[in-house]
């Protein structure tokens, strides 16, 4: 029940940055459209996912689906408006592909789609971890920023980060305990809906600091 109740307040959670992005979203799509993508997308999929789960149905494939739409997202939006901005993009759309083969071979292993594609999403979270500190690296390299705290990429990338690094051994338990037909201990899930839930404030500040930036240019 604590686990379900955990569950259903992140995926509503998901609303709140979005609401953030909707007091002026011409202005954050046209700062970064990435991230309103995200925030899109996001919310659609919880849109979707959440009915699903109440209704006691399978939306493990949609999960799947957006993990490997989720890293790309997340790291355009993170280097957007870096330097060499081609080679980023580049580099994401191979890491991206191979992304995608892990999730395919990760489904198939798994056709029963009953059971969470636990390697696939670490590796997606391993890979922002990997773009979250190239960019704090870069914000501190370029000094861009005199007043980090009203940064908007100083707060998704360390929003990134504290998700990333939070679940990412939620995940790898979760293959470790599948690959040993064992369950899950419920605590893991509850943590990892913490982080998650701790990314969508994080990522709520990113917003309304873009929006300000906007606002004060």
């Known amino acids: 029940m604590t686990l379900t109740y955990f569950y259903l307040l992140t ?15 011409g202005l954050l799509y046209k ?42 997202l997340l790291a355009l939006a993170m280097v957007s408006g870096f330097k060499n901005y081609r080679k980023y993009l580049i580099v994401i759309t191979v ?4 992304l995608s083969a ?8 798994y056709m029963d789609g009953n059971k969470i594609n636990a390697l696939s999403t670490a ?8 773009t979250a500190l190239y960019t704090f690296y ?41 690959l040993a037909n064992l369950p899950t201990p419920r605590e893991y899930g509850i943590l990892h ?6 990314f969508q404030i994080i990522l709520t500040k990113s917003v309304l600091c873009y929006l300000n930036m906007r606002q004060a240019g």
Do not use: R
């Not at 509503?12 to 940055?17: E, R």
């Not at 493990?60 to 490997?68: A, M």
């Not at 501190?140 to 990134?160: C, H, T």
């Open 138 to 178: 870069q914000i501190m390299e370029n000094k861009e920023d005199l007043y980090i705290q009203k940064s908007p990429k100083f707060w998704l990338a360390a929003g990134v980060l504290i998700y990333s690094a939070g679940s990412f051994f939620f995940f790898l338990s979760n293959h470790y305990y599948s």
């Open 31 to 72: 700062k970064n459209h990435w991230l309103f993508l995200y925030l899109t997308i996001t919310v659609a999929t919880e849109s979707i996912c959440l009915p699903l789960f109440l209704l006691e149905k399978n939306n493990l494939w949609i999960y799947s689906l957006y993990t490997v739409l989720e890293f790309p």
């Open 123 to 130: 590796s997606e979270l391993l890979l922002l971890m990997g």
């Open 95 to 98: 890491f991206t592909l191979l």
């Open 11 to 25: 995926s509503i959670t998901v609303i709140i940055p979005f609401i953030a992005a909707l007091m002026n979203p």
């Open 193 to 198: 809906s913490s982080f998650n839930f701790i």
């Open 102 to 109: 892990v999730a395919i071979l990760d489904e198939v292993k």
